[in-house]
């Protein structure tokens, strides 16, 4: 088999990422290699791929032993023999493993390096029989006493190195200072090694710092927009964890804690609730995270700051493994520095505390940035970034993408349109279009009802709540704050002047498309089939499907097992495992949902992803989330603009693009006032009457919205 085989049938990906063929050729040519990956770009792939195109086994050295278990049952999950020996086996499990491996039947042997040397000589001898073809290295900076999870025990894989001189070696990490890097390739005394340094970018992965002043209100009302999301706060002391883990519980999140200190079957307990999406969020000491691989992390918080720029990049780089966006959030205060640097002086040896010194005035200046967090980051690890990246909070304060105006529009005109006397929940019912029962009678037939249909209530959510933060909104009464608006809205709307939000969510940064252009209904039933699945065999959720994987099925609807199959993520064995499964929800969900056959479209979003041709109203909608106008859309795509209007109302009437997009709600008011009026349905009439205050455009697009939002409520 080809790697590019191995790929495609066993992990159900089409192409290989970054410097992974690089890394998989070098290795197939018998070369010495050292990867400088960041987490999440896909490490693993370089070893196992070449393990199953070699012949013989591979060994697969990590010092972390939870890991192990979940990376054995993923491979096993995909049709690939592997397997792990450590110290939580019984002899006779062991023994029944060496046999499996001595007869060929294994292709990957996952070990801790004290088990490689501990005792006897037996190892050697052992893997000397076994036909060895390949050794992995994993997390390589462990051999450095530079680095912060120095391990003594991999100081001796040299010494395997030299017992089997044929064999390449290869040394994965994503921790990379310059001392670290010498040391990996001198300790572990590889060969002339070829080095495989990837950009440490991590572009999805949005990053934030506030003052910690009222971080724990700041803290909620970050996780109040976030409710579906899995994340992990990182907290200082075990007694910090433990109350932030309790008041968290308290006002309803789903949080629990973890800590060295909490009885070893508590903290089992814990991150497997975490680990199979049974508990969102983990408050936690920087313990917890090194030994899983949890791939939807959604949020990594820090309520203290980091001791180093590798702590916080590796902490951080937990969030977004399956490279959708994702969130790091520090609160600083400069109390941090002064405690940190205490510490750090406490340490015996000058020279350490020089370096850690050195490295913790890195980390302050990187909180108080006035430029691109992302740029500094990047800069630290010996990378060029030509720009400021967008993404992180400097760069929205800079006002880029800021403009919240049409959404803020909806919004306020929700809480004028209810009288100023209902509270945040109420009103985002309203602007979504609610079917719940709570909805009275009277409030269905405002021109405001469903607008803000296209969006989840935690979009609606995080709006409302920067609106109030930011002084639009005021939120009064006890025990049931009801919403009004502050002077400062109503000149705004009456202005009609722009409403800058300090944004600090993904989702509103980018107006309101963006990532949302996946079925999010289809979505949670994917995400409910996964869970149901992953409890009936006893494995976490994203063994089954990543999320990554969940939001293309719920892009694409594959409804057969050959577009199935097309899916990035679905190898072979998953599809024949879990494709009935899967297809039958999509099916079900096409048909009572009347999805038109158009909608299901084969194209691949991810750039990653095959290239198949594309839908052409699917091609305007991907321009249109990047910022551009019909006109733009037009020209970019050599169409007129009248067919690639065409398409945005049809986008509209899939409620894929909200119309808030193109028009205010008083406009939206005005054209399905008079529409209703004229009962017609023709749009000539309707054009006659407003003559050139609307276009054609318009009025079909609010036409589209009404169709849209009838549809949804039915
Ligand atoms: P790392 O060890 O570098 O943190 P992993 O090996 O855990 O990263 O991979 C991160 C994620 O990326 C995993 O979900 C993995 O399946 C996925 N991945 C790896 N290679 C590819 C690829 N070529 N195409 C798509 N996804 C990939
Ligand atoms: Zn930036």
New binding site residues.
Partial sequence: MTPLQV?TDF?G?S???GS?EAVITAMLQGKDSIAL?P???????CYQVPAMVLSGLTLVISPLIALMKDQVDALNGLGIPATFINSTQSVSEQRFISEQVLQGKVKLLYVAPERLFSGSNGWMGFLKKANLCLVAVDEAHCVSQWGHDFRPEYLKIGLLREAFPDIPFLALT?TADPQTRRDIAEKLALRNPQWFISSFDRPNISYQVALRSDAFQKLTGFLSGRSEDSGIIYCLSRKSVEETAEKLAALGFSALPYHAGLDKEVRDRHQELFIKDEVKIMVATIAFGMGI?K?NVRFVVHMNMPQSIESYYQETGRAG???LPSEALLFYSYGDSVTLTRMIENAENPEYVNVAKAKLAKMVQFCQLSSCRRRFLLTYFGEKPSEDCGNCDVCFRAGKQLDATIPAQMFLSTVVRLGESFGMGYVILVLRGSASAKIQEAHKSLSVFGIGKGQTEDHWKKLGNSLVREGYLISAGDPYPVLSLSPLAWEKLKSKEKIQLALESDEFRKGLVGEESYDKGLFEKLKNLRFSLARKLGVPPYLVF?DATLVEMAVHYPQDSSAFRMI??VGQLKAERFGDDFLRVIRNYVVENQLKPKRTITVSVKK?GRSVPADTVYQTLKLFERGMDAEGIAVERGLSPRTVEGHLVELVEQGKIPVGSFLTVDEMEEILGEHRKQESGFLKPLKEFFGDKYSYFDLRLAVAHHTYSKRTLE
């Fill in positions: 790929l992990f990906y192409k290989f990422r992974q990956m987490t999440g770009a896909g490490k693993s792939v994503a691989d791939s493994r399956d490279g990543s990035h993520g990653s």
